[in-house]
């Protein structure tokens, strides 16, 4: 008696079915996976700020109430003084040690821990041979007036909503290598928004209606709808 072996494969349809029922799950999954991983890097990256408020605080408590220096150049911005004090990337430094968990400390190495603090998660995605002059945070240029070197935490008439650190852009050489900028050098991307953190140390996630929130874009206008003061000598700098 003869039996027929039934085939047990799948057919051509089947496949076809399984293989859209995949990519539909697909679909929906990878975007909730990539809101997830944009949402962990805003909180670093906030969380690194954070840090850096800390340090910059013990700083200006060592040194008279004074912040480090938004750039490394040896004058005023007008020639007519010269500057001996830190630029705040490098001032950091001595006092991140200190708020990094002790049981960590034999993992990283010592520099390499203080960069990422003081670095947005996106550093990670810079090409090595650019790391060592990309700069993703950075200090608020008009903290410090052309014809001073710093600038005292005291004379800050409205820390709340004036800017310390931010965002800053990274798509070419010349704004990478900065460690100061202004508006025009924000990037907005952490989910087409930037991480501000205020002279008073909390930092806000904030959105520029006019950007389309494009990783490396600068905001066209000072107060970017948002009543941000960059210049605390000239508040209502348009």
Same mark, same amino acid.
């Given at each position: 008696?003869? #039996?027929?072996?039934? +085939?047990?494969?799948?057919?051509?349809?089947?496949?076809?079915?399984?293989?859209?029922?995949?990519?539909?799950?697909?679909?929906?999954?990878?975007?909730?996976?990539?809101?997830?991983?944009?949402?962990?890097?805003?909180?670093?990256?906030?969380?690194?700020?954070?840090?850096?408020?800390?340090?910059?605080?013990?700083?200006?408590?060592?040194? +008279?109430?004074?912040?480090?220096?938004?750039?490394?150049?040896?004058?005023? !911005?007008?020639?007519?003084?010269?500057?001996?004090?830190?630029?705040?990337?490098?001032?950091?430094?001595?006092?991140?040690?200190?708020?990094?968990?002790?049981?960590?400390?034999?993992?990283?190495?010592?520099?390499?821990?203080?960069?990422?603090?003081?670095?947005?998660?996106?550093?990670?995605?810079?090409?090595?041979?650019?790391?060592?002059?990309?700069?993703?945070? !950075?200090?608020?240029?008009?903290?410090?007036?052309?014809?001073?070197?710093?600038?005292?935490?005291?004379?800050?008439?409205?820390?709340?909503?004036?800017?310390?650190?931010?965002?800053?852009?990274?798509?070419?050489?010349?704004?990478?290598?900065?460690?100061?900028?202004?508006?025009?050098?924000?990037?907005?991307? #952490?989910?087409?928004?930037?991480?501000?953190?205020?002279?008073?140390? #909390?930092?806000?996630?904030?959105? +520029?209606?006019?950007?389309?929130?494009?990783?490396?874009?600068?905001?066209?206008?000072?107060?970017?709808?948002?009543?941000?003061?960059?210049?605390?000598?000239?508040?209502?700098?348009?």
């Amino acid at each position: 008696m003869l #039996h027929t072996i039934k +085939n047990q494969g799948f057919t051509i349809l089947e496949l076809l079915i399984i293989v859209i029922v995949l990519a539909l799950l697909v679909g929906i999954i990878m975007p909730a996976l990539n809101a997830a991983k944009q949402k962990a890097q805003q909180v670093v990256c906030t969380n690194n700020m954070k840090q850096l408020y800390f340090a910059l605080e013990q700083y200006a408590n060592d040194n +008279n109430g004074l912040l480090p220096r938004p750039n490394n150049s040896d004058t005023s !911005k007008d020639g007519t003084k010269n500057c001996i004090a830190e630029v705040w990337f490098k001032a950091v430094d001595r006092y991140l040690t200190t708020l990094q968990l002790s049981s960590i400390r034999g993992d990283i190495p010592t520099e390499e821990r203080l960069l990422l603090v003081k670095q947005d998660p996106t550093f990670t995605t810079v090409s090595f041979s650019k790391q060592d002059t990309t700069r993703t945070i !950075k200090m608020n240029q008009n903290l410090v007036s052309s014809s001073e070197c710093q600038r005292s935490i005291e004379a800050i008439q409205n820390p709340t909503k004036t800017v310390l650190l931010f965002d800053g852009r990274i798509n070419n050489n010349g704004v990478a290598d900065n460690y100061e900028g202004s508006y025009g050098s924000i990037a907005q991307r #952490h989910s087409k928004a930037a991480n501000i953190l205020f002279m008073d140390g #909390h930092v806000e996630r904030i959105q +520029n209606g006019n950007s389309d929130g494009t990783t490396n874009e600068g905001w066209p206008n000072g107060q970017a709808g948002q009543g941000l003061i960059w210049d605390p000598d000239n508040p209502n700098l348009p």
